[in-house]
């Protein structure tokens, strides 16, 4: 949707993000988001504060 959004402002998308639905991924899910290519990745219960090589865990802001 985000990829969608920012075709129709005429911009190309600057990071290729994913947020895992549920916020539940493993280590499988993040082999393969490293090898397609995802700049960043946002979970649930990620790392708060992650280094780069954990920035396909980053945890998201809760709006609660």
């Known amino acids: 949707r985000i990829t969608y959004l920012w075709q129709q402002a005429g911009r190309k998308m600057p990071y290729k993000l994913i947020a895992y639905p549920y916020g539940r991924y493993d280590n499988e ?13 946002f979970a649930v219960a990620g790392a708060p504060f992650p280094s780069f090589e954990r920035r396909w865990e980053i945890s ?3 709006q609660g």
């Open 60 to 62: 998201r802001i809760s």
């Open 29 to 41: 899910v993040l082999n393969s988001v490293r090898s397609m290519g995802y700049d960043l990745g």
